[in-house]
Structures are given as structure tokens and as C-alpha cells.
């Protein structure tokens, strides 16, 4: 319940949020983002927020790749980017993996065939 509270609050600013080039925020560098996943451990929601803002282009990427017409990514932008959050808050810092290896998985994971 609490995901879907977030999300009626946020998914609009995540989806078109874009920086002043007109694109997705870059990709975190590896020690940026493994700073924002300690923080978000540590209960930040702010640094949770920083890391689904620089990962929504993996959502976009994902479903480009993937997925058929314009009318559909739209939507599938939607249920992409909760895969996505659902990544980040079951995430394991002590995993020796990134985080959009795993992220790239659970979103993959929550868009229907």
C-alpha cells in the first residue's frame, strides 16, 4: 500500500522529469550510486528517489528494446518503473552485483508478456 501511495505521488515527476538537454538524467557513477544505497539503508527516502530518477533510463532502454509500438511503451514505462522501485527496495548492498544488473531483471520481471 505504501508503494502504491509513493507512486500516485511520484510517478508522474519520475516519468517527465527529464534534465534541461531534454533527456533522462546520466547514470550514477558506481560510487555515487553505492553512496545513495547506504544511505537509503540507513532509511533516506530522498537517496531512493535519486536512484530511481538515474535509473528511469534503464526503464526507457529496457522497454525500447523490447517492447512494440509507441502507444504500448508509454504504459509499459508505468508498470517499468515499478519494477524498478520494487528493485531498489529489495536491493542487497553486500551482493557483489550492480544495481541495474539486478534492476534490469525485476523490470523485466513486471512487465507482462
Known amino acids: 500500500m505504501e508503494l502504491l501511495g509513493f507512486l500516485g505521488q511520484y510517478i508522474c515527476f519520475f516519468i517527465l522529469h527529464v534534465c534541461g538537454s531534454g533527456s533522462f538524467p546520466r547514470p550514477l557513477s558506481e560510487k555515487q550510486e553505492r ?12 537517496a531512493r528517489n535519486v536512484l530511481v530518477e538515474h535509473n528511469l533510463r534503464l526503464v526507457a ?3 525500447k528494446k523490447y517492447y512494440g ?3 504500448e511503451q508509454d504504459d509499459l514505462v508505468s508498470i517499468g518503473t515499478i519494477g ?3 528493485a531498489i527496495n529489495t536491493y542487497d548492498i553486500n551482493k557483489n552485483i550492480r544495481l541495474s544488473s539486478y534492476a534490469s531483471r525485476c523490470i523485466e520481471k513486471s512487465i507482462p508478456s
Not at 35 to 46: M, P
Open 84 to 86: 524498478l522501485i520494487k
Open 35 to 46: 553512496n545513495y544505497l547506504e544511505k537509503f539503508a540507513a532509511g533516506d527516502i530522498e
Open 69 to 71: 509500438t509507441q502507444s
Open 61 to 63: 532502454h529496457i522497454i
